[in-house]
């Protein structure tokens, strides 16, 4: 798994003097910049409705213990928030945080230069501003959660290696 290969540390959780080895988790590594841009290693994914990041790895990688790594590269921390939710659990979402889910979260016009497909947030009394409701607005933020990137698989091996060799520096 992810922590497997980390630095271990001691540590006394009470203070006591009494140490326990622990993995460090507060390691950090950072994929490099050039490698998180080059399109040739990653592809754009649609996360099919209801899929959990160990079912993606799987798909992809054939390997559950992989969803790291989509987590890694999309910068996924908390799996419950930044993660799309199932339709199901998008309902039961929407519905606990609004009282009302057709009410209007804000207006919003389309960008007059540029492309139309940008949208930017208005006043009601904005010329030709449109009513998005609050239902509409999550289902837009569940949409670009929906679409990940993905190290192709064909990469996997070559990621793992660069991964551990440097976690092994960070050991010393």
Request: glycine share 6%; aromatic share 14%.
């Amino acid at each position: 798994m992810y922590f497997n290969d980390f630095p271990e540390i001691k540590y006394d959780p009470t203070g006591s003097g009494n140490y326990n080895t622990i993995q460090d988790i507060m390691t950090r590594i950072k994929v490099r910049n050039y490698i998180k841009n080059n399109t040739s290693i990653f592809a754009k994914y649609g996360v099919p409705d209801g899929h959990t990041p160990e079912i993606v790895a799987y798909d992809l990688y054939g390997d559950t213990q992989y969803h790291w790594i989509l987590l890694l590269f999309n910068q996924i921390i908390n799996v419950y928030y930044d993660w799309p939710l199932s339709r199901k659990n998008f309902q039961k979402y929407v519905l606990n945080k609004y009282s009302n889910p057709d009410a209007v979260h804000h207006y919003e016009v389309a960008q007059s230069s540029g492309g139309d497909w940008v949208k930017i947030k208005v006043e009601s009394d904005v010329a030709g501003a449109t009513a998005v409701t609050n239902l509409e607005y999550e289902a837009a933020l569940q949409d670009v959660k929906r679409e990940i990137r993905i190290l192709q698989p064909r990469f996997l091996g070559r990621f793992k290696a660069e991964f551990s060799t440097l976690l092994e520096q960070a050991k010393e």
